[in-house]
């Protein structure tokens, strides 16, 4: 059942806001920049080795940033930036961040379609979109040489291998020039969106769109064409083949004849070479793909939507941009270690912590995709470096959506790993059931008394506990009170739950509500409301001794989900749309622009503070809740250790302390609103709350029941994934594009095909 969870493995992972990326010609750093929130261009400068930020410098008011790029010695760097209707240039030294010059006059010509440097780093070519070829000297700043003639916009240009010539593009034109004298050696009867010298600079390579087209460089003939209506095009490093792209194949041509060596299966939008010419590096926008050039065997892929993605100099690592993140990723041996970075100094940090063998028992490292464990440990008051002083705690905050990659990543390789790991609801199982948590059964045994059972049971597996939980999330049904009182007589959340005690009685009430409000008043306004409880509802699992269960509970959900549809007893919104929380505010309209009444929500503990009060807050004190038809939980957030860690007896203290101390955890309560797991905290403070939102109902004591019913033992690691089958099963039941059998047999074989 078991599936590998780590196949791609990062070198590094820098969290910074990236907008480009690239490495420098000698492989030792790596360049970044992107245009903050005050519209300053900020260049970034990082160790290629250690991915510790060495500089950061702004390049000024900025737009956009069109081009970052090493000189070949790797000493200089060039920025372009537009602001307005203006462009900068500026030169910096690499190794001092210093400004060497602002190019002036480049920067009044360079629009930013094209700039390079030639070999040896004095020269600076550049294609503008004021239809201009130019060279610029580094040196002086000033203008060598420019190249008129082109008609198209902003034409892009590049240096011969030998330096002697220039090859320049539009939207028109093709052209080859004498660099030295300016002149045009020839003009190409094939208008350009790409061309290339070929490595050894006797042929280019040229596509419009519609042909690719070889040329031979001294005499201007059209050596051949090729039928692939490609993009873009370029050589393998010796020479001898061609690979091109059109954003749906990538193929690869031999250079000589002509003749398709092969097609690729995947619908690459880039594609070029490593710089040995021994694998072919693709992405298309949601998957990177490394492909042997010989075998044209798929080598691996890594299903990150990257936005560029490109070799080192030495073809060892390949350097992706994504979004706000720049990762390196092992060309050679395919296997990744991880470390997160915000800025520097978090960055020196985690380098130092990884750098070392062992780390003293008195340190600990926590990652986190959330603030909570970092309130708990700061807060002046009652956090954990108050209570134990002796202990060094370093916190990594990543971005959510990126936080279990980084993981894997770390625990797949064993290094640059933390002690102290954060996990949501979603996933927490995964990482209880494979093995990769330190057993903390000590702690729930010198504890079980006054906790919850359900967060136990999550972060249990084979009578043992991996992962335990400071909060519980039980969910309720929020329910209208003005509505309560129309359409049933009362708002009393005692008398309200006899109306949805159960499954059956939920469809009684749905139909009572329906008729009794001539048609505007529905139960739920999405379906998606009652998939939670549902599954709740089981006795057993997804997954009983390797074989997949449908509880019957859950073929009653597709009938019940299939009664309310047809008689429009919902309200035909999608769960956490717009038209989902128009439904709290007494906006929502169906499709004649008749208002709709929706009775009530399904909501976990959070739900009341960051939905309901948020999304509608001119319904306060309309509001209150009951169970409903079973009890349930969503979401929550587990803490557990790295298996591996030097120090396990910190590492148990920390999570003893946060997720089971009374004392931390009354005040934890107070101070945040949080739902605890600890039965002898809830007991002494869920008498003191009264909530104006839910008309003064107690909504603490009122969780805390509905909590001790949850059954954490039903909880699997598949479930994420075997849910959202069973959800598109659903829905084609639901619609009626499937009968019921058939939407079943249907969800039975995707499970079995992907488990």
């Not at 956009?64 to 203006?86: Q, R, Y």
């Not at 084979?462 to 929020?478: D, E, H, I, T």
């Not at 009775?599 to 809740?625: C, E, H, I, N």
Request: charge should be neutral; proline fraction near 3%.
């Amino acid at each position: 059942m078991k599936k590998l969870l780590f196949s791609i493995i990062i070198l590094l992972s820098f969290y910074t806001i990236a907008e480009s990326a690239s490495f420098s010609p000698d492989g030792m750093y790596i360049v970044s920049g992107y245009v903050d929130e005050n519209m300053k261009a900020i260049i970034k400068l990082y160790d290629a080795k250690t991915g510790i930020e060495i500089r950061s410098f702004s390049a000024g008011g900025a737009w956009g940033i069109l081009h970052i790029l090493f000189s070949p010695d790797s000493k200089k760097i060039v920025t372009v930036t537009n602001w307005s209707e203006s462009t900068s240039v500026i030169l910096w030294d690499t190794n001092t961040g210093n400004v060497i010059r602002e190019m002036g006059s480049l920067g009044q010509h360079c629009g930013g379609w094209s700039i390079e440097f030639n070999f040896d780093g004095s020269q600076i070519l550049s294609g503008s979109w004021d239809s201009a070829v130019k060279i610029h000297d580094v040196l002086t700043g000033r203008e060598i040489r420019s190249f008129p003639g082109h008609t198209g916009f902003a034409p892009s240009a590049s240096f011969s291998p030998d330096e002697r010539q220039i090859l320049s593009f539009d939207s028109e034109t093709m052209r080859l020039w004498d660099a030295v004298t300016g002149r045009v050696v020839r003009t190409f009867s094939s208008s350009g969106r790409f061309a290339t010298f070929s490595p050894d600079g006797k042929q280019i390579l040229s596509a419009d769109g519609k042909t690719i087209r070889l040329w031979d460089t001294d005499t201007g003939r059209e050596i051949r064409s090729f039928s692939f209506s490609g993009e873009s095009a370029t050589f393998s490093p010796d020479g001898k083949q061609i690979l091109s792209t059109d954003g749906k194949t990538i193929k690869l041509w031999d250079a000589v004849t002509g003749r398709e060596i092969r097609s690729f299966s995947f619908s690459g939008k880039t594609a070029t070479f490593s710089p040995d010419g021994k694998q072919i590096l693709s992405a298309d926008g949601k998957t990177i793909k490394l492909w042997d050039a010989v075998t044209g065997r798929e080598i691996s892929s890594f299903s990150f939507s990257g936005k560029s993605a490109t070799f080192s100099p030495d073809g060892k690592q390949i350097l992706f941009v994504y979004e706000k993140t720049i990762k390196l990723w092992d060309a050679v041996t395919d296997y990744t270690t991880t470390s997160p970075v915000k800025d520097s100094s978090v960055w020196t940090k985690q380098q130092q912590s990884t750098a070392q063998t062992t780390q003293p028992n008195n340190k600990l490292v926590i990652w986190s995709f959330t603030n909570e464990l970092s309130d708990m440990t700061n807060d002046p008051t009652y956090g954990f470096k108050v209570t134990h002083p002796e202990v060094q705690v370093e916190y990594f905050k990543f971005p959510y959506d990126e936080f279990q990659d980084n993981l894997d990543m770390v625990l797949a390789s064993g290094r640059g790993t933390p002690d102290i790991i954060t996990l949501e609801s979603s996933y927490v199982r995964k990482y209880v059931e494979y093995g990769l948590l330190l057993d903390i059964t000590d702690i729930y045994e010198n504890n079980k008394s006054k906790l919850i059972a359900y967060p136990v049971e999550v972060g249990s597996y084979k009578g043992r506990v991996y992962a335990l939980s400071w909060q519980a999330c039980p969910g309720a049904m929020f329910y209208r009170r003005s509505l309560a009182k129309k359409y049933l007589g009362t708002d009393d959340p005692k008398t309200v739950q006899t109306y949805f005690a159960d499954f059956d009685k939920l469809l009684e009430t749905a139909r009572l509500l329906k008729q009794k409000s001539n048609g505007s008043c529905v139960v739920v306004s999405s379906l998606g409301d009652m998939t939670i409880p549902f599954l709740s509802a089981r006795k057993a699992p997804w997954i009983v001794n390797g074989k997949l269960v449908i509880d019957p509970v859950m073929e009653k959900y597709m009938d019940i989900c299939k009664t309310l549809y047809d008689n429009k007893w919902e309200g035909r919104v999608d769960q956490w749309s717009e038209g989902w929380k128009a439904g709290m505010k007494d906006e929502l309209k169906d499709e004649s622009g008749k208002q709709v009444e929706v009775f009530s929500y399904f909501l976990p503990t959070w739900g009341l503070r960051y939905v309901l009060k948020q999304d509608a807050p001119g319904t306060s004190g309309d509001w209150a809740m009951c169970q409903g038809p079973s009890s349930y939980r969503k979401s929550g957030t587990w803490v557990g250790a790295y298996k591996g860690t030097k120090n396990p007896e910190a590492a148990k203290e920390f999570i003893r302390y946060v997720a089971t101390d009374d004392t931390f955890l009354e005040a934890w309560a107070k101070d945040t609103g949080d739902m605890v797991s600890n039965i002898n905290v809830i007991n002494k403070i869920k008498d003191t709350y009264s909530e104006p939102y839910l008309g003064g109902q107690n909504h603490y004591a009122a969780f805390s029941e509905i909590a001790k019913n949850v059954n954490g033992k039903l909880f699997q690691a598949t479930d994420e994934a075997i849910e959202a089958m069973f959800d598109l099963a659903v829905a084609s039941f639901v619609r009626g594009e499937k009968s019921k059998a058939k939407a079943l047999a249907d969800f039975k074989k995707q499970v079995e095909a992907q488990f």
